[in-house]
Protein backbone atom coordinates (compact mmCIF):
# COMPACT_ATOMS: atom_id res chain seq x y z
CA UNK A 1 0.00 0.00 0.00
CA UNK A 2 2.39 2.51 0.74
CA UNK A 3 3.79 1.83 -2.80
CA UNK A 4 0.80 2.88 -4.09
CA UNK A 5 0.49 5.83 -1.81
CA UNK A 6 4.17 7.01 -2.81
CA UNK A 7 3.33 7.00 -6.71
CA UNK A 8 0.24 9.03 -5.95
CA UNK A 9 1.05 11.51 -4.30
CA UNK A 10 5.23 11.36 -4.98
CA UNK A 11 5.77 12.75 -8.72
CA UNK A 12 8.89 11.51 -10.02
CA UNK A 13 8.98 8.99 -7.01
CA UNK A 14 11.99 6.79 -8.08
CA UNK A 15 14.41 9.79 -8.62
CA UNK A 16 14.90 9.77 -4.85
CA UNK A 17 18.85 11.75 -5.38
CA UNK A 18 15.96 14.65 -6.44
CA UNK A 19 15.80 16.77 -3.25
CA UNK A 20 12.22 17.71 -3.39
CA UNK A 21 11.31 14.09 -3.86
CA UNK A 22 13.13 12.99 -1.16
CA UNK A 23 11.83 15.62 1.22
CA UNK A 24 7.89 14.69 -0.42
CA UNK A 25 9.12 11.41 0.88
CA UNK A 26 9.66 12.91 4.63
CA UNK A 27 6.38 14.52 4.55
CA UNK A 28 4.32 12.05 3.31
CA UNK A 29 6.20 9.79 6.05
CA UNK A 30 5.25 12.30 8.85
CA UNK A 31 1.67 12.90 7.17
CA UNK A 32 0.68 9.14 7.80
CA UNK A 33 2.39 8.99 10.82
CA UNK A 34 0.45 11.89 12.42
CA UNK A 35 -3.10 10.95 10.88
CA UNK A 36 -2.68 7.44 12.55
CA UNK A 37 -0.97 8.05 15.61
CA UNK A 38 -3.79 10.99 16.39
CA UNK A 39 -6.17 8.25 15.58
CA UNK A 40 -4.24 5.77 18.07
CA UNK A 41 -4.49 8.38 20.74
CA UNK A 42 -7.56 9.01 20.80
CA UNK A 43 -8.77 5.45 20.62
CA UNK A 44 -6.45 4.15 23.62
CA UNK A 45 -7.52 7.23 25.35
CA UNK A 46 -11.13 6.27 25.34
CA UNK A 47 -10.28 2.55 26.00
CA UNK A 48 -7.58 3.49 29.32
CA UNK A 49 -10.33 6.55 30.78
CA UNK A 50 -13.42 3.72 30.60
CA UNK A 51 -11.05 0.87 31.73
CA UNK A 52 -9.25 3.31 34.36
CA UNK A 53 -6.07 1.58 33.24
CA UNK A 54 -2.49 3.86 33.49
CA UNK A 55 -1.03 1.49 31.75
CA UNK A 56 -3.02 1.95 28.28
CA UNK A 57 -3.67 5.88 29.27
CA UNK A 58 0.83 5.52 29.12
CA UNK A 59 0.72 4.16 25.74
CA UNK A 60 -2.16 6.37 24.38
CA UNK A 61 0.20 9.76 25.04
CA UNK A 62 2.74 7.37 23.90
CA UNK A 63 1.28 8.09 20.73
CA UNK A 64 0.77 11.62 21.13
CA UNK A 65 3.95 12.32 21.43
CA UNK A 66 4.75 9.99 18.05
CA UNK A 67 2.18 12.41 16.43
CA UNK A 68 3.70 15.43 17.60
CA UNK A 69 7.77 13.82 16.40
CA UNK A 70 5.57 14.09 12.71
CA UNK A 71 4.98 17.13 12.69
CA UNK A 72 8.74 17.84 13.82
CA UNK A 73 10.06 14.97 11.08
CA UNK A 74 7.87 17.21 8.50
CA UNK A 75 9.13 20.72 9.82
CA UNK A 76 12.47 19.36 9.67
CA UNK A 77 12.51 17.95 6.01
CA UNK A 78 11.38 20.96 4.65
CA UNK A 79 13.81 23.52 6.18
CA UNK A 80 16.36 21.09 5.51
CA UNK A 81 15.56 21.36 1.90
CA UNK A 82 16.12 24.66 1.93
CA UNK A 83 19.03 26.36 -0.60
CA UNK A 84 22.27 27.07 0.90
CA UNK A 85 22.60 31.29 1.88
CA UNK A 86 25.69 33.45 2.77
CA UNK A 87 25.36 32.54 6.50
CA UNK A 88 25.44 28.45 5.61
CA UNK A 89 27.19 27.80 2.22
CA UNK A 90 27.14 24.30 2.86
CA UNK A 91 22.97 24.19 3.26
CA UNK A 92 20.66 23.21 6.14
CA UNK A 93 20.58 19.89 5.63
CA UNK A 94 21.24 19.51 8.91
CA UNK A 95 17.99 20.79 10.18
CA UNK A 96 17.02 16.76 9.77
CA UNK A 97 18.90 15.38 12.30
CA UNK A 98 18.00 18.70 14.40
CA UNK A 99 14.62 18.03 13.96
CA UNK A 100 15.40 14.40 15.31
CA UNK A 101 17.47 15.64 18.12
CA UNK A 102 13.92 17.64 19.19
CA UNK A 103 11.58 14.50 18.70
CA UNK A 104 14.09 12.76 20.97
CA UNK A 105 13.82 14.73 23.69
CA UNK A 106 9.71 14.95 23.21
CA UNK A 107 9.88 11.00 23.67
CA UNK A 108 11.95 12.03 27.40
CA UNK A 109 9.70 14.51 28.42
CA UNK A 110 6.67 12.38 27.73
CA UNK A 111 8.08 8.70 28.82
CA UNK A 112 9.16 10.87 32.21
CA UNK A 113 5.76 12.16 32.91
CA UNK A 114 4.16 9.06 32.33
CA UNK A 115 7.10 7.54 34.55
CA UNK A 116 5.48 9.46 37.58
CA UNK A 117 1.82 8.55 36.46
CA UNK A 118 3.12 5.32 36.78
CA UNK A 119 4.23 5.23 40.57
CA UNK A 120 1.61 7.33 41.00
CA UNK A 121 -0.64 4.46 40.44
CA UNK A 122 1.26 1.73 41.78
CA UNK A 123 0.72 4.04 45.61
CA UNK A 124 -2.46 4.35 45.10
CA UNK A 125 -3.74 1.32 43.07
CA UNK A 126 -7.45 1.78 41.76
CA UNK A 127 -9.88 -0.88 40.37
CA UNK A 128 -9.81 -2.01 36.72
CA UNK A 129 -12.94 -1.85 34.90
CA UNK A 130 -11.76 -4.62 32.04
CA UNK A 131 -13.79 -5.17 28.84
CA UNK A 132 -12.68 -7.82 26.64
CA UNK A 133 -14.03 -5.74 23.09
CA UNK A 134 -12.05 -2.75 24.06
CA UNK A 135 -9.12 -5.20 24.93
CA UNK A 136 -9.88 -6.73 21.44
CA UNK A 137 -10.26 -2.90 19.73
CA UNK A 138 -6.58 -2.43 21.47
CA UNK A 139 -5.11 -5.74 19.99
CA UNK A 140 -5.72 -4.38 16.55
CA UNK A 141 -4.56 -1.49 17.24
CA UNK A 142 -1.06 -2.97 17.28
CA UNK A 143 -1.88 -3.97 13.77
CA UNK A 144 -1.81 0.04 12.75
CA UNK A 145 1.59 0.68 14.17
CA UNK A 146 2.98 -2.68 12.62
CA UNK A 147 1.73 -1.17 9.11
CA UNK A 148 3.51 2.15 9.97
CA UNK A 149 7.10 0.05 10.91
CA UNK A 150 7.03 -1.25 7.27
CA UNK A 151 6.14 2.13 5.96
CA UNK A 152 8.53 4.09 7.57
CA UNK A 153 11.13 0.97 6.96
CA UNK A 154 10.26 1.30 3.16
CA UNK A 155 11.10 5.36 3.18
CA UNK A 156 14.14 4.78 5.27
CA UNK A 157 15.31 2.56 3.25
CA UNK A 158 14.29 4.56 -0.21
CA UNK A 159 16.19 7.87 0.46
CA UNK A 160 18.54 6.79 3.35
CA UNK A 161 16.74 9.04 6.02
CA UNK A 162 17.92 8.82 9.60
CA UNK A 163 14.72 10.78 10.44
CA UNK A 164 12.58 7.95 9.13
CA UNK A 165 14.55 5.30 10.47
CA UNK A 166 14.39 6.55 14.09
CA UNK A 167 10.59 7.29 13.66
CA UNK A 168 10.41 3.17 12.28
CA UNK A 169 12.16 1.90 15.18
CA UNK A 170 9.95 3.83 17.30
CA UNK A 171 6.82 2.31 15.79
CA UNK A 172 8.32 -1.39 16.75
CA UNK A 173 8.79 0.06 20.63
CA UNK A 174 5.05 0.86 20.50
CA UNK A 175 4.55 -2.91 19.02
CA UNK A 176 6.15 -3.78 22.35
CA UNK A 177 4.51 -1.53 24.83
CA UNK A 178 1.29 -1.67 23.52
CA UNK A 179 1.24 -5.86 23.28
CA UNK A 180 3.07 -5.54 26.83
CA UNK A 181 -0.18 -3.36 27.77
CA UNK A 182 -2.89 -5.83 26.86
CA UNK A 183 -1.03 -8.79 27.99
CA UNK A 184 -1.31 -6.83 31.50
CA UNK A 185 -4.86 -6.12 31.15
CA UNK A 186 -5.50 -9.42 30.33
CA UNK A 187 -2.96 -11.08 33.12
CA UNK A 188 -3.98 -8.21 36.10
CA UNK A 189 -8.02 -9.85 35.60
CA UNK A 190 -6.33 -13.07 37.40
CA UNK A 191 -4.69 -11.44 40.31
CA UNK A 192 -5.06 -10.45 43.57
CA UNK A 193 -3.27 -7.12 43.27
CA UNK A 194 -3.13 -4.78 40.40
CA UNK A 195 -0.28 -4.51 37.96
CA UNK A 196 -1.14 -2.54 35.95
CA UNK A 197 1.28 0.53 37.53
CA UNK A 198 3.62 -1.76 37.43
CA UNK A 199 3.27 -1.98 33.22
CA UNK A 200 2.91 1.41 33.29
CA UNK A 201 6.26 2.45 34.71
CA UNK A 202 7.98 -0.42 32.55
CA UNK A 203 6.14 1.08 29.63
CA UNK A 204 7.24 4.83 30.37
CA UNK A 205 11.09 3.57 31.09
CA UNK A 206 11.18 1.26 27.33
CA UNK A 207 9.75 5.01 26.02
CA UNK A 208 12.43 6.99 27.55
CA UNK A 209 14.82 4.43 26.33
CA UNK A 210 13.84 4.62 23.20
CA UNK A 211 14.34 8.79 23.54
CA UNK A 212 17.53 8.73 25.04
CA UNK A 213 18.82 5.88 22.16
CA UNK A 214 17.62 8.28 19.37
CA UNK A 215 19.00 11.08 21.21
CA UNK A 216 22.36 9.78 20.85
CA UNK A 217 22.26 8.57 17.32
CA UNK A 218 21.24 12.17 16.37
CA UNK A 219 24.16 13.68 18.16
CA UNK A 220 26.56 11.29 16.55
CA UNK A 221 25.56 12.43 13.29
CA UNK A 222 25.85 16.28 14.68
CA UNK A 223 29.63 15.78 16.14
CA UNK A 224 30.32 13.96 12.82
CA UNK A 225 30.63 9.78 12.51
CA UNK A 226 32.99 7.92 10.66
CA UNK A 227 31.93 7.54 6.64
CA UNK A 228 30.37 3.89 5.97
CA UNK A 229 32.58 0.86 4.48
CA UNK A 230 30.52 1.18 1.15
CA UNK A 231 31.30 5.02 1.08
CA UNK A 232 35.10 4.30 1.18
CA UNK A 233 35.08 1.61 -1.18
CA UNK A 234 33.05 3.79 -3.31
CA UNK A 235 35.54 6.62 -3.67
CA UNK A 236 38.26 4.83 -4.04
CA UNK A 237 37.37 2.47 -6.36
CA UNK A 238 36.80 5.05 -8.56
CA UNK A 239 40.15 7.24 -7.57
CA UNK A 240 41.93 3.54 -7.68
CA UNK A 241 40.86 3.23 -10.95
CA UNK A 242 43.25 5.75 -12.89
CA UNK A 243 46.23 3.83 -13.74
CA UNK A 244 48.46 7.36 -13.44
CA UNK A 245 46.98 7.13 -9.42
CA UNK A 246 49.27 4.86 -7.48
CA UNK A 247 47.69 4.96 -4.09
CA UNK A 248 45.25 7.29 -1.74
CA UNK A 249 44.97 8.60 1.81
CA UNK A 250 43.84 10.86 4.64
CA UNK A 251 40.42 10.33 3.06
CA UNK A 252 37.92 12.89 5.34
CA UNK A 253 34.05 12.84 4.83
CA UNK A 254 32.04 15.38 6.43
CA UNK A 255 28.39 15.31 6.29
CA UNK A 256 26.41 18.57 6.37
CA UNK A 257 22.94 16.27 6.08
CA UNK A 258 21.87 13.88 3.37
CA UNK A 259 22.76 14.82 0.21
CA UNK A 260 25.22 17.47 1.34
CA UNK A 261 28.20 15.59 1.50
CA UNK A 262 32.13 16.39 1.07
CA UNK A 263 34.74 14.80 0.91
CA UNK A 264 38.61 15.31 0.31
CA UNK A 265 41.58 12.84 -0.61
CA UNK A 266 45.19 12.75 -1.50
CA UNK A 267 46.64 10.82 -4.12
CA UNK A 268 49.77 9.60 -4.97
CA UNK A 269 50.80 9.69 -8.51
CA UNK A 270 54.28 9.42 -9.90
CA UNK A 271 56.55 12.50 -9.18
CA UNK A 272 58.04 12.49 -12.98
CA UNK A 273 54.32 12.99 -14.54
CA UNK A 274 52.82 15.32 -16.51
CA UNK A 275 51.06 17.71 -14.05
CA UNK A 276 49.04 19.04 -16.96
CA UNK A 277 48.07 15.84 -17.69
CA UNK A 278 47.75 14.64 -13.93
CA UNK A 279 45.30 17.80 -13.02
CA UNK A 280 42.93 16.68 -15.88
CA UNK A 281 43.01 13.37 -14.30
CA UNK A 282 42.36 14.65 -11.09
CA UNK A 283 39.19 17.04 -12.24
CA UNK A 284 37.29 13.93 -14.18
CA UNK A 285 38.01 12.04 -11.17
CA UNK A 286 36.22 14.77 -8.98
CA UNK A 287 33.12 14.75 -11.76
CA UNK A 288 32.81 11.25 -11.44
CA UNK A 289 32.74 11.05 -7.88
CA UNK A 290 30.32 13.26 -7.90
CA UNK A 291 28.04 11.90 -10.52
CA UNK A 292 28.57 8.40 -9.15
CA UNK A 293 27.90 8.90 -5.34
CA UNK A 294 26.42 12.45 -4.99
CA UNK A 295 29.95 13.43 -2.98
CA UNK A 296 31.54 16.78 -3.59
CA UNK A 297 35.06 15.77 -3.25
CA UNK A 298 38.30 17.58 -3.68
CA UNK A 299 41.43 15.92 -4.48
CA UNK A 300 44.67 16.97 -3.40
CA UNK A 301 47.92 14.97 -5.45
CA UNK A 302 51.14 13.99 -3.67
CA UNK A 303 53.90 13.32 -6.06
CA UNK A 304 56.19 10.59 -4.91
CA UNK A 305 59.14 8.20 -5.93
CA UNK A 306 58.14 5.23 -8.14
CA UNK A 307 60.04 2.41 -8.98
CA UNK A 308 63.46 3.16 -7.50
CA UNK A 309 64.45 0.05 -6.29
CA UNK A 310 66.63 1.92 -3.43
CA UNK A 311 63.37 4.02 -2.23
CA UNK A 312 61.00 0.70 -2.31
CA UNK A 313 63.70 -0.80 -0.36
CA UNK A 314 63.85 1.65 2.59
CA UNK A 315 60.11 1.97 2.40
CA UNK A 316 59.63 -1.65 2.61
CA UNK A 317 61.60 -1.49 6.00
CA UNK A 318 60.35 0.91 7.39
CA UNK A 319 56.97 -0.51 7.23
CA UNK A 320 58.05 -3.38 8.67
CA UNK A 321 59.02 -1.72 11.93
CA UNK A 322 55.98 0.38 12.20
CA UNK A 323 54.81 -3.10 11.48
CA UNK A 324 56.30 -4.42 14.24
CA UNK A 325 55.61 -1.53 16.48
CA UNK A 326 51.98 -1.45 15.96
CA UNK A 327 50.27 -3.71 13.06
CA UNK A 328 47.66 -1.60 13.24
CA UNK A 329 49.53 1.50 11.85
CA UNK A 330 50.34 2.41 8.32
CA UNK A 331 52.17 4.88 6.42
CA UNK A 332 52.13 7.27 3.41
CA UNK A 333 54.10 10.38 1.76
CA UNK A 334 56.79 8.41 2.07
CA UNK A 335 60.49 10.16 0.47
CA UNK A 336 63.89 10.67 1.59
CA UNK A 337 67.05 13.21 1.75
CA UNK A 338 69.91 10.85 0.81
CA UNK A 339 73.02 12.35 1.97
CA UNK A 340 76.59 10.80 3.21
CA UNK A 341 76.77 11.07 7.15
CA UNK A 342 72.51 11.29 7.33
CA UNK A 343 69.84 9.90 5.48
CA UNK A 344 66.66 11.95 6.15
CA UNK A 345 63.74 9.38 6.28
CA UNK A 346 60.57 11.40 6.41
CA UNK A 347 56.42 9.54 6.53
CA UNK A 348 53.32 10.21 7.82
CA UNK A 349 52.10 7.37 9.97
CA UNK A 350 48.25 6.48 11.04
CA UNK A 351 47.80 5.69 14.39
CA UNK A 352 44.51 4.46 15.19
CA UNK A 353 42.22 7.02 17.57
CA UNK A 354 41.70 4.16 20.34
CA UNK A 355 45.59 4.71 21.22
CA UNK A 356 46.14 7.53 23.93
CA UNK A 357 48.58 10.49 23.52
CA UNK A 358 51.18 8.41 25.98
CA UNK A 359 50.62 5.25 24.07
CA UNK A 360 51.19 7.21 20.62
CA UNK A 361 54.49 8.27 21.71
CA UNK A 362 55.63 5.33 22.85
CA UNK A 363 54.64 3.55 18.89
CA UNK A 364 56.42 6.54 17.58
CA UNK A 365 59.73 6.10 19.71
CA UNK A 366 59.19 2.57 18.98
CA UNK A 367 59.64 2.67 15.26
CA UNK A 368 62.02 5.56 15.08
CA UNK A 369 64.58 2.69 17.32
CA UNK A 370 63.81 -0.08 15.20
CA UNK A 371 64.49 2.07 11.91
CA UNK A 372 67.63 3.78 13.99
CA UNK A 373 69.12 -0.09 14.34
CA UNK A 374 69.10 -0.95 10.71
CA UNK A 375 71.21 1.97 9.98
CA UNK A 376 72.92 4.43 12.14
CA UNK A 377 72.88 7.38 9.42
CA UNK A 378 69.00 6.89 9.41
CA UNK A 379 67.20 9.95 10.71
CA UNK A 380 63.52 9.01 10.72
CA UNK A 381 61.49 12.31 10.70
CA UNK A 382 57.45 11.21 11.60
CA UNK A 383 53.96 13.09 11.16
CA UNK A 384 51.17 11.63 13.07
CA UNK A 385 48.12 11.32 11.10
CA UNK A 386 44.47 10.84 12.41
CA UNK A 387 42.31 8.02 11.40
CA UNK A 388 38.97 9.36 10.33
CA UNK A 389 37.87 6.19 9.55
CA UNK A 390 38.87 2.56 10.41
Avoid at 86 to 95: L, N
Avoid at 161 to 168: D, I, L, N, P
Wanted: proline share 3%.
Amino acid sequence: MIKLLTKTFIKDSENTSDKTVRQNYCVLGGILGAICNLFLFGLKLVIGTLMNSIAITSDAFNNLSDMGSCVVAVIGAKMANRLPDREHPFGHGRFEYISSLIVSFIIMLVGFELFKSGVDKIIHPEELNFSIVMTIILAASVLVKLWMYFCYSFIAKKINSSVMKATAQDSVNDVISTSAVIAATVIGCFLPFRIDGFIGVIVSILIMYSGIKLAKETIDLLLGTPPSRETINSIAGIVMSNEEIVGMHDLIVHDYGPGRVFASVHAEVPDHADMVHIHEIIDETERKILLETGIQTVIHTDPITVNNEYVDNLKAMVKQCVAASDPTCTIHDFRITDGENRINIIFDMVISSTHKPAEREKIVEAVKERIRREDERFFPVITVDEAFHD
